[in-house]
């Protein structure tokens, strides 16, 4: 493991009127002695990792000038890195340096001391560049690297390492020509692949190791080719050098070099390595968008999306919009004519609709040459103007970008949700423990300016890791205090429920639980939701057919966790890590078989959740949310309602006998309405069509306090889970 690591703190983040600069820290998590020094011409500065202060012990005025902090055994895993006493001017020359050989002296230059520490100097570590740089996404495809030696050469017993990303294809050296095939070769010197295995920095790649018996002559050349089948399904540039966390962004067959076994691999210096940049194919999916479901006399729309197969925005090329659109509801059908001067962008279009009447209602697109039915929008419910029924609207709160470890800006995230998702609500939920608290002030600021009440809607929030396993948070305010998993005091999710036991603006809950989670330490008043559906899979059931598959032995199904007696509402999520909420990447055939995102344990398309509201504000939705007046879907915008004996969804109340009664909207053909009732399926109706009724007199009256929720399966596998409702005998005489 590499212990020697140098931070230039030109990458730490700053905030207008804090007194810190801050960046996330990593060292490996075994703990042994560390010496910290500081490079820089600031006068006194202070360096705070977590809550270990570092002053200097000693300075070497150089030139450079730098400072020795002194030795700690404390540190392991990430951290909070905050430096007092230095601006970002001074920063921008400044770099912290941590080193497990505490009896050396540093000195001279920062090349002299990573040759020091290293072996080599990252200048001298030579340089990459590989063919193709630039893939359509989703496409296999054949890298090759080639790498040259600096002026100095590597010398005998090097070894060069090439990432690759662990959701690719496995890397193997038996049939080069097959799925995941690698060769080296250099003309320069005798080269062979010593090793291929998993990553020690990093779970998400894996790591080909070649090894230069002879080393490399100045300027020298070796080439790797890497054959994948597998390839991201969203567009990003992967450009960093450095794995200075597990999750950085290297290209595929990122280089780093080491100058003998033992040695530590070093990084190419800044600019010397290769990008690669994933980018959308042709538009060839047209997707619909009409609201939930609203009251009369509202002015509502039909929106209109181009992508490419995986459902990413085509950066440019032709967008075909030769079809022709109609609404279909009430048994009749209106002809919303054509795109034509309808379009809000290149690829997006808006159609007002016409005043409706109350009913359900379906928007279609027809090829104009074919007259093929080409895109089918989700159901649109008009409630009667006078109805005190609760307005549907559609979002999800479980993303992440390169705030954490994911990828794309997070105001891209809220702009791509509302525009190409037509989500009506959304939020991130960035790892607390991979931002800093300056980057946190500037996130708030970010999702603040995106809430916009009755038109978008934004939650702050955020995703908690530690000993329990994971929980987001989210509150209605415009701040939200921050307590990080990894961070030994606040470690223990029972320390973040006794900060917000009890308050109404806070609101918080599990995702993946089938893959594990740790419920001891339930708080009713603030864990009000889980999150049954993610791009992880399902955790109602081990049994569902998209059950999340990678578990560990806190797997814990929901169904388990209502049984305990957790009264809880229904989200789907995404925990997309690539800026997309709701409206995610996906491979529509490779549903539960391929990557997803640059993780290679998640396979499913984004959840959807819908939420109650009485109006569209941060306030109602976090009511929702807390009052389980929410439902979750795979992503198909699925309008259900359910009820146990006159008890609304997420309601507890007391019956004689429990009749459950529903109705469902389809995106689609229907298949099945299942009542899942203490977790087992009691009844189950075959269904057909779009648009169904169920009705339900269970024949066991209840015995104690009981809970059922419907499950909806379509006709293409996709789901719908409304929130459960609780029933308890009637104790009237």
């Known amino acids: 493991m590499r212990y020697d690591r140098i931070f230039p703190l030109k990458d730490a983040s700053s905030y207008p009127g804090s007194p810190t600069l801050d960046m996330v820290f990593f060292v490996p998590r075994e703990r042994v002695p560390l010496r910290l020094w500081l490079r820089t011409d600031a006068e006194r500065p202070e360096v705070v990792i977590d809550d270990e202060v570092f002053l200097p012990r000693a300075t070497y005025d150089g030139p450079p000038r730098w400072i020795d902090l002194g030795v700690t055994e404390k540190l392991g895993g990430f951290g909070q890195l905050r430096v007092r006493g230095m601006s970002p001017v001074e920063a921008e020359e400044s770099y912290l340096v941590v080193t497990a050989r505490v009896d050396e002296v540093l000195g001279g230059s920062l090349e002299d001391v990573e040759r020091l520490l290293w072996g080599i100097s990252r200048r001298e570590a030579g340089r990459t560049t590989i063919t193709p740089s630039r893939v359509t996404v989703g496409e296999p495809v054949r890298f090759t690297v080639r790498y040259e ?25 038996e049939d080069p020509e097959g799925p995941g095939g690698v060769r080296c070769w250099s003309e320069d010197a005798p080269v062979r692949v010593h090793s291929i295995a998993r990553s020690e920095e990093s779970h998400e790649a894996v790591d080909i190791i ?3 018996e002879e080393g490399l002559p100045p300027s020298g050349s070796l080439f790797v080719s890497y054959y994948t089948e597998r390839t991201y399904i969203f567009p990003c540039k992967f450009h960093q050098v450095e ?15 080491a100058v003998g076994e033992g040695m530590p691999f070093v990084p190419l210096e800044e600019g010397a390595g290769h990008q690669v940049e994933f980018v959308p194919g042709r538009a060839e999916r047209l997707h619909l968008f ?7 006399g509202g002015r509502f729309f039909l929106r209109g999306t181009f992508t490419d197969r995986y459902r990413n925005v085509p950066p440019s090329g032709p967008v075909h919009a030769r079809v022709r659109l109609v609404l279909v509801g009430k048994g009749e059908e209106v002809d919303l004519g054509t ?3 309808k379009f809000v962008d290149r690829h997006r279009f808006r159609i007002p609709l016409p005043e409706l009447p109350p009913g359900v209602y379906r928007a279609f697109a027809r090829d104009e040459d074919t007259l093929e039915i080409v895109a089918e929008s989700n159901p649109f419910e008009v409630l009667p103007e006078e109805s005190e029924e609760p307005e549907l609207y559609w979002g999800e709160i479980h993303g992440h970008c390169e705030m954490s470890d994911g990828s794309g800006s997070l105001a891209e995230m809220y702009r791509h949700a509302e525009e190409e998702g037509c989500l009506d609500f959304a939020a991130s939920a960035d790892h607390a423990c991979y931002f800093t608290d300056n980057q946190w002030l500037w996130m708030q600021d970010v999702t603040n300016f995106w809430n916009r009440p009755g038109k978008f809607v934004t939650l702050i929030g955020y995703e908690w890791s530690g000993k329990q396993g994971d929980r987001n948070i989210y509150t209605y305010r415009d701040r939200l205090e921050l307590f990080r998993g990894m961070y030994a005091p606040t470690s223990s999710i029972d320390v973040v429920w006794r900060h917000f036991r009890g308050r109404e603006d806070v609101v918080a809950g599990p995702h993946h639980t089938l893959h594990g989670v740790v419920w001891e330490h339930h708080e009713p008043t603030v864990e009000r939701f889980v999150e049954i559906y993610s791009m992880w899979g399902a955790s109602d059931s081990p049994e569902n057919p998209l059950a999340v598959v990678r578990r560990t032995e806190r797997s814990l199904p929901v169904d388990e966790i209502l049984n305990s007696g957790a009264k809880l509402g229904f989200t789907g999520g995404g925990d997309c890590h690539e800026g997309h909420c709701g409206f995610s990447s996906e491979d529509p055939d490779g549903q539960g078989k391929v990557p997803h995102g640059f993780a290679a344990v998640i396979p499913y398309r984004c959840g959807m959740t819908a939420a109650l509201m009485e109006r569209l504000d941060r306030r109602s939705l ?9 439902y979750a879907t795979t992503g198909a915008r699925v309008l259900l309602r359910f009820s146990v004996s006159g008890i609304p969804m997420g309601g507890e109340g ?5 009749v459950v009664e529903a109705s469902v909207n389809g995106c689609g053909p229907l298949r099945a309405l299942e009542v899942v009732k203490g977790g087992k399926v009691v009844h189950r109706e075959e269904v057909s069509g779009r648009d169904v009724s169920l009705r339900w007199e269970d024949p066991e009256p209840p015995e104690g306090e009981v809970w059922y929720y419907l499950r909806v399966v379509q006709a293409d596998g996709q789901m719908a889970w409304s929130s459960p409702t609780w029933v308890r005998p009637d104790e009237q005489p």
């Open 622 to 630: 976090v009511r929702a949310l807390r009052e389980r007046r929410t």
């Open 339 to 341: 795109p034509e001067g």
């Open 149 to 173: 030696a600096s002026k100095k050469g590597l010398p005998p017993g090097s070894y060069l390492r090439f990432a690759v990303p662990l959701a690719f294809s496995s890397p193997q050296t």
């Open 654 to 658: 007391e019956a004689e006998r429990a």
């Open 210 to 212: 070649c090894r230069l």
């Open 290 to 296: 009409l609201p939930g479901r609203r009251r009369a």
């Open 243 to 257: 794995r200075r966390y597990w999750y950085s962004k290297l290209p595929p067959l990122a280089a780093a070099v």
